[in-house]
């Protein structure tokens, strides 16, 4: 993706990963600036269905050629679905961080814990 | 692709080996069947049905196979290797003469050591020679390369701890530390801390005090550091991580700078390794073979690895003999097969006898001056567009950021690294040490002639007044190399390790 | 100024004038008073090459090395034949000096020769990735266990006594920073004890290690015992002998994970011990945890062939404490006279070298066990080395045997307790028929001389 976007109807963790919460599943992925910084992405190790994560605790690695990262969960859960499709195409996670590029979906545990995430505008706020 | 332009070497299209020959060429010939054939020795369940698919070549075809492949290969006896942390000095020739004599080269590990005293007689005088030079009585051979020598350390560190009845469980290593050393301290079993630096690059005392507690087994540092700057307040730290109970441990990878001025046995350290690829000369054929042996104070020494070379008093008026004792109860075990890359030992050796104390010591004064003096001009040259990233001098290695050349040019690091290389020089290490943003480590050595240093600055000037007219040149650099600029991303993804038979 | 550094007084007064100091002194101010060195370094003054070359040589006429006596001594390294070429090749500059390939475009020999090594250990082990080496055989073992303790995380390894003693001993002062256990599993009429390891088979079992050839020469089953350790979802982890394995089925057709194992056997010299290489290679769903160098083949931007290293992300220099390991420096020098090697011997040579030892260690086997005084300690299948069983001080044979010019193998004793009689016998394609029987002849007489003079000692 060329631009930086970072999409108003999701909710940031300061460690540069999102959630998109719909009900009690919430997807989770990196952001715009995550991917830029990591550089082209060569390599996504999920976790198993059936895991939990925890808030603020990483629960996976994506790796560049030259540098390897901790995906961060924003918020806790059991993991439900797991994007397959980056074992082929981790691109995508460059070009569609918030849509193709999407990492796991999770099951929540307590949806209380996304009051402790940002907006888009408090977390480009960061950036700076 | 654009087969019509390019070099020769661009146009010559990569061949393997396997690419080579044809069914039914050899090279060996075999020694002929002198005794009776036997039939089912093995039985057929256990045998190997098809041959493996190795080259069937002729020794010419082999010959001019390899023989062209070295020469898309860049080395330090062509041109000027600036690699910093790697310390690429010159290789003697001398070296490679006695370490092929056969009675080292020829001569079985396992042989009687009454009948292996010249091999064991050199390595005692080797572990003396090195003792002295750390300022630490004890040493072993044994480790196989600079982070075996760490991996030694560490384990040496957790077997001290726990004969005091202790279990302790972090390591401390700065930021700016090499990447072997966290790795090392996983491999041991131990969490790694972080200890940050202050602004002058050194090691931030309060942060160390703070993070120094009951827990923490070891701090592991490279004096001078990696950002080629000696450490003002090593005895403090010594101090420091001494009142906790923990030991300290130096990477011996900035040796080259200190030799005849200081010893890390007498700043504090507890464990020293040594690279015999750096300091010492050992070639480094490409990626290895190396050594790392340690050289440990008294209270470490019950623990080193097993066998140690030992020298027994003459007895009846004869000579001394040497020999391995393996009686060490206390000994962490073996970290390898037998007793450690002798061949390394005997260039090592070689090394120190030709140089003396008055030549190791004008090793560290050159490679002193040399760093200097390139610092200097290059400051004086492009010292705007690639500052020193800490301090005002160095020792034997300086960092230069490439932070404004990018911000201002819009030229990376990477970039100029790439079009050094159509200079005919090999670029110094980038993007390392971490702490500095697109870093440039540069290592001259104490071997290079004023003149090369002059050439670098040269090229490194021409680079940057290149990138202000016309900053693609960089960025699409090299142009002149046997290949230019490859698609890492792409073997990283679908990695191809092998050639498909 | 020596002969390898060369600042001349023009030199130095321009260069301190550039830096802005008056001297090279005060270059190193920033060493504290407290732990700078004042005294020369206690060691003796530099000598010519001349005088260094003729130290070297009286050291070396001190040993006594395979040019000077008929060796069948193995355990672990031996006295192959190594080719002139491979000394050629390996002497090169463009080979010798330079560094680990981090810059592609100009180290396309070195990447080259390590995917060619890769693709030929590959084919000997049978398995589809290698990395391009370790340092040597026992720490490669050590590696594999990490490398089960990375991928399935149990706390016990169990090993069988064919393991090289240094390997399992190397293995156990490894284990200590993985947190994990190592048990031995016992050897049983020579091969290891198949009973033995399905009793200590559990589901807490990282991995199996066995030895291929075992120390004492046996051929292992390996494909029974890999079956029994996947069923308990364990590892197996073979370290093989490379040049057995012309005749002897590849690891990777038997159900072996990771193969690994000492490399000096091609191409490499003795050297006392080393620098060789050890080699690693494993099953495809290991391949981003494997340790060391690894090369990939790739194109460039004008779509040439070349190569690189890859998964660099496994490594110290990005991972730092979550790599697969703390290697930097490998073996490149040694692995490019690996696969040198291995392109000399060919297709078929690897088959004709295994065939020739095998051929010969058969017929030692049968004329040295055919002495008074001397026995089979197992006899099960082998192929270039084999353990007998002397009715004598196995010292003081061999003692005897040294001072006829021959050494004779390794005292077993030295490792094995309960083979305290036991001799070790290794056969290269150096040792020709007139060697065996000049062996069998002094071996007889030592034998024969020690067992009259303790007789005559127990009467």
Redesign the interface.
């Known amino acids: 993706m060329a631009d930086a976007s970072y999409p108003e109807e999701l909710l940031y963790h300061p460690d540069h990963d999102w959630a998109r919460v719909d009900g009690d599943i919430a997807t989770f992925g990196i952001t715009w600036f995550a991917q830029s910084e990591l550089?082209?992405v060569?390599?996504f190790d999920p976790p198993e269905v059936g895991t939990s994560v925890k808030a603020n605790e990483f629960y996976a690695e994506v790796?560049?050629?030259?540098a390897v990262s901790d995906v961060v969960a924003p918020l806790s859960g059991e993991i439900v679905e797991v994007n397959t499709a980056l074992a082929d195409n981790?691109e995508a996670i460059n070009e569609e961080p918030y849509g193709a590029g999407w990492m796991v979906k999770v099951k929540l545990a307590d949806k209380g814990e996304a009051d402790a995430l940002l907006g888009h505008e408090a977390y480009e706020d960061t950036l700076t | 692709?654009?087969e019509a332009v390019?070099t020769p070497q661009?146009r010559e299209?990569?061949t393997?080996?396997?690419e080579k020959?044809a069914p039914g060429?050899?090279?060996?010939v075999?020694?002929a069947?002198?005794?009776?054939?036997?039939d089912g020795?093995?039985?057929r369940?256990?045998?190997?049905?098809e041959?493996?698919?190795?080259?069937?070549?002729t020794?010419p075809e082999?010959?001019r196979h390899?023989?062209n492949?070295?020469?898309?290969?860049?080395?330090?006896?062509?041109g000027f290797?600036p690699?910093g942390s790697?310390t690429?000095?010159?290789?003697?020739r001398?070296h490679?003469?006695?370490?092929?004599?056969?009675?080292?080269?020829?001569?079985?590990?396992?042989?009687?050591p009454r009948?292996?005293?010249?091999?064991l007689?050199?390595m005692f005088e080797l572990q003396q020679?090195l003792a002295?030079?750390a300022?630490l009585p004890h040493v072993s051979l044994q480790p196989?390369?600079?982070?075996?020598g760490?991996?030694a350390g560490?384990?040496l560190t957790?077997?001290y701890h726990a004969d005091r009845g202790e279990q302790r469980t972090k390591v401390l290593t700065p930021d700016s530390a090499?990447?072997?050393n966290?790795?090392?301290?996983?491999?041991?079993?131990y969490e790694?801390v972080k200890v940050e630096l202050d602004a002058d690059g050194g090691v931030d005392l309060d942060d160390l005090r703070d993070k120094t507690d009951d827990q923490v087994a070891c701090l592991m540092l490279t004096n001078p550091s990696t950002l080629g700057?000696?450490e003002?307040n090593?005895?403090e730290i010594a101090a420091i991580v001494h009142g906790a109970g923990a030991t300290l441990y130096y990477d011996g990878a900035n040796l080259n700078a200190?030799?005849?001025?200081?010893?890390p046995g007498?700043?504090g350290f507890d464990i020293v390794h040594f690279n015999l690829?750096k300091t010492f000369t050992q070639?480094?054929?490409?990626?290895?073979?190396?050594?790392g042996p340690i050289a440990v104070s008294d209270r470490i020494e019950p623990f080193l690895?097993?066998p140690q070379v030992v020298r027994r008093a003459p007895t009846n008026g004869g000579p001394p003999t040497f020999e391995l004792d393996e009686d060490r109860p206390k000994s962490?075990?073996?970290?390898?097969?037998?007793?450690?890359?002798?061949?390394?030992f005997?260039r090592t050796?070689?090394y120190?006898?030709?140089?003396?104390?008055?030549?190791?010591?004008?090793?560290s004064?050159?490679a002193?001056?040399?760093a200097?003096?390139l610092?200097?001009?290059l400051r004086?040259r492009v010292g705007d567009r690639l500052p020193l990233a800490f301090g005002e001098?160095c020792?034997h290695e300086f960092v230069l950021t490439g932070a404004p050349l990018k911000k201002e040019l819009g030229v990376r690091t990477l970039d100029l690294?790439?079009r050094l290389?159509d200079h005919g020089m090999?670029?110094p290490?980038v993007?390392?040490p971490l702490v500095v943003d697109e870093a440039l480590l540069i290592e001259p050595t104490?071997?290079e002639?004023?003149e090369t240093l002059d050439a670098f600055v040269d090229a490194i000037a021409a680079i940057v007044a290149e990138a202000q007219t016309d900053p693609q040149m960089a960025r699409?650099a090299?142009y002149t190399?046997?290949?230019?600029?490859?698609?890492?991303?792409?073997?990283?993804?679908r990695?191809?390790?092998?050639?498909i038979? | 100024?020596?002969?390898?550094?060369?600042?001349t007084r023009a030199?130095?007064e321009?260069?301190l004038a550039?830096?802005?100091?008056d001297s090279?002194e005060e270059?190193?101010d920033?060493?504290?008073a407290?732990?700078?060195?004042r005294r020369?370094?206690?060691?003796?003054?530099?000598?010519p090459?001349q005088d260094?070359?003729a130290?070297?040589?009286?050291?070396?006429?001190?040993?006594?090395?395979?040019?000077e006596e008929i060796?069948f001594?193995g355990?672990?390294?031996y006295?192959h034949y190594v080719?002139s070429?491979v000394?050629?090749?390996m002497?090169?500059?463009?080979?010798?000096?330079?560094?680990?390939?981090?810059?592609?475009?100009?180290?396309?020999?070195?990447l080259?020769?390590m995917?060619?090594y890769?693709?030929?250990i590959?084919?000997?082990t049978g398995l589809?990735?290698?990395n391009?080496?370790v340092?040597?055989?026992?720490?490669a073992v050590?590696a594999a266990a990490?490398l089960a303790k990375l991928t399935n995380k149990r706390p016990r390894l169990l090993v069988s006594r064919g393991v090289?003693p240094?390997?399992r001993?190397?293995l156990?002062?490894?284990a200590?920073?993985?947190?994990t256990t190592v048990q031995e599993i016992a050897l049983d009429d020579g091969v290891t004890d198949r009973d033995a390891l399905r009793d200590e088979l559990d589901d807490d079992v990282g991995a199996v290690v066995l030895q291929q050839p075992n120390f004492l020469g046996a051929?292992e089953?390996?494909?029974s015992i890999a079956t029994a350790a996947h069923e308990d979802g364990a590892l197996v982890i073979c370290s093989a002998d490379p040049l057995t394995?012309?005749?002897?089925?590849?690891p990777g057709n038997q159900g072996v994970d990771v193969c690994v194992g000492?490399g000096q056997s091609l191409g490499n010299?003795?050297?006392?011990?080393?620098?060789s290489?050890g080699f690693f290679a494993a099953t495809d769903a290991h391949?981003r945890r494997m340790p060391g160098?690894?090369?990939?083949?790739?194109?460039?931007?004008?779509?040439?062939?070349?190569?690189?290293l890859?998964?660099?992300?496994r490594?110290?220099?990005?991972?730092?404490?979550?790599?697969t390991?703390?290697?930097?420096?490998?073996?490149?020098?040694?692995a490019?006279g690996g696969?040198?090697y291995?392109?000399?011997?060919?297709?078929?040579?690897?088959?004709?070298?295994g065939?020739?030892m095998?051929?010969?260690t058969?017929?030692a086997r049968e004329t040295l066990s055919e002495l008074d005084g001397v026995h089979k300690l197992h006899d099960r299948?082998v192929?270039r080395e084999f353990a007998l069983r002397l009715d004598a001080p196995v010292q003081r044979v061999?003692d005897r045997c040294?001072a006829a010019g021959i050494?004779a193998g390794?005292a077993l004793g030295r490792s094995y307790e309960e083979y305290d009689d036991g001799l070790l016998v290794a056969i290269t394609?150096q040792r020709?028929?007139?060697d065996?029987d000049r062996l069998a002849a002094v071996l007889g007489e030592a034998v024969t001389a020690e067992r009259r003079t303790s007789a005559k000692v127990a009467v």
């Open positions: 550089g082209e060569v390599f790796e560049s050629v030259k981790p | 692709m654009s390019g661009q299209r990569a393997t080996i396997y020959g060429r050899r090279a060996f075999a020694p069947l002198d005794v009776p054939q036997v020795l093995i039985p369940a256990l045998r190997r049905a041959p493996p698919k190795l080259p069937e070549a020794e082999i010959v390899y023989v492949l070295s020469k898309r290969n860049f080395d330090l006896d062509s290797y690699l790697c690429m000095k010159h290789n003697p001398l490679e003469r006695v370490a092929a004599l056969p009675g080292h080269a020829r001569l079985h590990p396992l042989q009687d009948r292996a005293q010249g091999a007689e050199l020679a002295e030079i300022g196989s390369a600079g982070s075996h760490e991996l560490v384990l957790r077997a090499h990447g072997t966290p790795a090392t301290v996983t491999m041991a079993g790694v700057l000696f003002p090593i005895e200190i030799m005849g001025y200081s010893r007498d700043m690829h070639p480094h054929g490409g990626g290895g073979p190396g050594a690895p097993r962490i075990g073996k970290l390898r097969g037998f007793q450690g890359n002798y061949g390394v005997v050796y070689a120190i006898r030709s140089l003396g104390a008055e030549g190791l010591q004008d090793v004064e050159v002193v001056l040399n200097n003096y610092l200097a001009r004086e001098r020792m690294a790439k290389l090999h670029p290490t993007y390392f104490e071997t002639t004023r699409n090299p190399t046997p290949v230019r600029r490859l698609d890492e991303a792409g073997a990283a993804k990695p191809r390790v092998r050639e038979l | 100024m020596s002969g390898y550094t060369g600042v030199d130095l321009h260069m550039a830096i802005g100091v090279v270059l190193f920033s060493i504290p407290g732990v700078r060195l020369p370094i206690d060691l003796p003054p530099g000598q090459e260094v070359y130290e070297l040589r009286r050291l070396a006429e001190r040993n006594v090395s395979a040019e060796t001594l355990a672990g390294m006295d080719p070429i000394d050629m090749l002497s090169r500059s463009e080979f010798l000096t330079p560094y680990t390939p981090y810059q592609p475009e100009v180290s396309q020999g070195g080259q020769v995917f060619e890769q693709t030929a590959s084919e000997l589809p990735v290698s391009a080496s340092y040597e055989g026992p720490s050590g990490y090289h240094h390997s001993e190397t156990r002062t490894l200590v920073g993985y947190g051929v089953d390996v494909a394995l012309g005749v002897l089925e590849a000492e010299r003795l050297d006392f011990g080393g620098p290489f391949l160098r690894i090369a990939g083949e790739t194109t460039d931007v004008d779509g040439r062939r070349g190569f690189v890859t998964l660099q992300t490594e110290q220099h990005i991972r730092r404490e979550r790599a390991s703390n290697i930097c420096t490998s073996q490149a020098l040694n490019l696969v040198v291995l392109s000399w011997l060919g297709r078929q040579g690897i088959v004709e070298i065939e020739l095998l051929q010969r058969h017929y299948p192929v061999l040294a050494n390794y394609e020709t028929r007139a065996i």
